[in-house]
């Protein structure tokens, strides 16, 4: 008999031994951090660089229930896991953040870490609030402090098992994110380096913009390679491909008023990335935009993987050219030229050759306004199509446009369509 001996204490040990790193790993998580005792006098002028920076990242539009009360929580984010429901900000000793310290409030930005202790979910961009110098915390807990307190409980999460977990939430915790202040770049300009503060770190850009894994998200400040939005129905283009969201090649002054105004550079911005502009760009100081500008033209151009062309069906193409031609052509025109000024064009328009279809899919369904903001008050509408047209109809007209005049991007199928519908 030979005396070859049985693998298996050998896979059993292995395995134990895994199970004993992981169970290290999520110890080591929960355990969490104390929060620092720091004293924070509330000057007048701390308390406007807060509310700036509040603006900068967008907390209120996330922190306000559809028809609630502002910063009193309740708002849902959709994610694959299931939803989040955003807390109250406002200084209600009881169900707010009335009782916390200026360090308590310090650990949730930089560490994610909840008053209780207990780790917070990462739809709560902290990945990217962990960047703030303490004196800008400071100024956002001094802000906070001065709105009106609104009593309103925290509704639970509704996620799925094992999400709701918090060795879950410790693992992705160990793999995607890693505490710290921003590190000034000392080889590039301080416009540079307040620009990739501001859209790194508060304004939380990657937070949308960054590719994504399965479990959710890379959580880095710094990846800007798009990816569809958890909740399935916007996809935030790469930042860093000019065919796609990139303003490598814009100037400044059009990057400038695209985060101004949400028109800039022959674009318009729509959905989400309206409601950024809404609610937080639009109410930065010129200096901060020019730097977040500097930022964004320098960053890497990095073009998207795109597959290999395929034509859509010659009759989906017709078809898809006659509600052109009935639906969309008085605004765009015959030849997708659009009217300057009022109607962007569709042919050669980026947002419309975009790697995935979902935001031109989003555009037909919804129709929609750019962000009405005061540098650009009334903009020209354009209906929804959602209850005209049905899936097959609006893949086919999608189609179209992806596929004319010059444009070539990929077919839209109506299960593309009942994706975002
Ligand atoms: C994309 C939506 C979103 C944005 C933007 C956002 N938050 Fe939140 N925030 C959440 C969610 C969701 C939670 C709850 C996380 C949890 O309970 O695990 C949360 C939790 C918090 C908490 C912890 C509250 C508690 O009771 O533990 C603080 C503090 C906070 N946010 C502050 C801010 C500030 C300041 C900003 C702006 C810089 C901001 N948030 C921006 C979604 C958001
Ligand atoms: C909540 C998600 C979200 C956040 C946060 C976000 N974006 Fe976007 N962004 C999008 C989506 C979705 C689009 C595609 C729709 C569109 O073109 O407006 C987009 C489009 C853009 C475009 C291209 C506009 C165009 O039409 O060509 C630029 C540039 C941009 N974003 C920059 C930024 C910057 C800078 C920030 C941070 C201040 C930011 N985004 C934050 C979701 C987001
Ligand atoms: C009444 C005029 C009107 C009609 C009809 C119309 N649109 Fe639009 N369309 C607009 C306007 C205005 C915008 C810019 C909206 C904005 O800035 O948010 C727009 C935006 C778009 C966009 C997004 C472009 C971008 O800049 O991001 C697409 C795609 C689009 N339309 C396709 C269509 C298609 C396809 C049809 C027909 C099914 C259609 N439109 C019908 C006026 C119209």
Redesign the pocket.
């Known amino acids: 008999m030979s005396a070859r001996r049985s693998p298996l204490p050998l896979v059993l040990g292995a395995f134990l031994l895994g199970l004993l790193v992981l169970a290290a790993v999520v110890w080591w998580q929960l355990r969490g951090v104390p929060a620092p005792t720091r004293e924070v006098t509330a000057t007048p002028a701390l308390i406007a660089r807060g509310e700036q920076l509040a603006r ?1 990242g ?1 907390c209120m539009a996330c922190h306000t229930a559809r028809g609630g009360e502002p910063w009193s929580g309740g708002h849902v984010v959709k994610t694959p896991f299931g939803d989040l429901v955003s807390s109250n900000l406002t200084p209600d000793p009881d169900t707010g953040l009335g009782g916390w310290s200026a360090g308590e409030f310090w650990r949730a930005l930089h560490h994610g870490q909840s008053r209780d202790g207990r780790l917070l979910y990462p739809a709560f961009p902290y990945t990217h609030t962990t960047l703030l110098q303490r004196d800008d915390v400071d100024a956002l807990y001094a802000y906070l402090r001065t709105l009106a307190p609104v009593r309103r409980e925290h509704e639970p999460h509704r996620l799925r098992f094992p999400y709701n977990t918090q060795a879950a939430l410790a693992l992705w915790r160990a793999m995607y994110f890693e505490p710290g202040e921003y590190q000034p770049d000392t080889s590039r300009s301080a416009d540079w380096n307040q620009g990739a503060y ?2 790194r770190g508060v ?3 990657a ?3 960054a590719e994504r894994s399965t479990l959710g998200g890379s959580g880095d400040s710094a990846a800007f390679g798009g990816s569809l ?1 958890p909740s399935g129905d ?4 790469s ?1 860093r491909d000019p065919a796609e ?3 490598q090649d814009w100037s400044l002054d059009d ?1 400038v008023a ?2 101004r105004t949400g028109r800039g ?1 022959g ?10 502009v809404l609610h ?2 639009q109410h930065l100081p010129e200096a901060d935009l020019r730097a ?1 500008a500097v930022f ?1 033209k320098d960053l890497p151009v990095q073009p998207v993987k795109r597959p290999a062309f395929e034509g859509a069906e010659p009759a989906v193409l017709a078809r898809g050219g006659r509600l052109y031609d009935n639906h969309c052509a008085q605004c765009h025109g015959d030849q997708g030229q659009g009217a300057q000024g009022i109607y962007p064009p569709l042919a050669g328009h ?2 419309v050759t975009q790697v995935s279809p979902v ?1 031109t899919v989003q555009a037909i369904l919804s129709g929609g306004f750019g962000p009405a903001t005061a540098g650009h008050p009334r903009p020209f509408g354009m209906p929804p199509y959602r209850s005209l047209l049905n899936d097959e109809e609006i893949a086919a007209v999608a189609s179209y446009v992806r596929q004319s005049w010059g444009n070539k991007a990929g077919a839209v199928s109506a299960l593309d369509v009942a994706r975002v519908r």
Do not use: I, K, Y
């Not at 916007?234 to 283009?237: H, R, T």
């Open positions: 900068a967008n501001l859209v304004a939380h850009c937070a949308c913009h939005m916007w996809w935030a283009p930042l969201a990139g303003v990057v695209l985060l550079g674009a318009s911005t729509l959905g989400p990335m309206a409601e950024v937080g760009t977040m964004l980026r947002a935001n």
